[in-house]
């Protein structure tokens, strides 16, 4: 499951990846709200996309992001 977020100054768009098993809607729900409770920089699966040109890393990424 993958919930998409815009990241500002940037903009990026931040793409937080949750393996699930397509079954209880309500667990993976639950699951993100974890994670996102969480500081950015430790989430494990992240893909970010910059959204204009020339646009760097983001001012917050971890060791889990991808651009």
């Not at 998409?4 to 809607?25: A, F, I, M, R």
């Not at 729900?29 to 996102?36: G, I, Y």
């Not at 500081?39 to 890393?57: F, K, T």
């Amino acid at each position: 499951m993958t919930v998409s977020l815009t990241l500002k100054p940037g903009p990026y768009q931040v793409l937080v990846n949750l393996p699930w098993d397509g079954k209880e809607v309500d667990h993976i729900v639950a699951r993100f709200k974890l994670q996102l409770a969480e500081p950015p920089e430790s989430w494990p699966d992240v893909e970010c996309l910059p959204r204009a040109q020339n646009l760097g890393p983001p001012p917050i990424r971890g060791s889990g992001w991808r651009l």
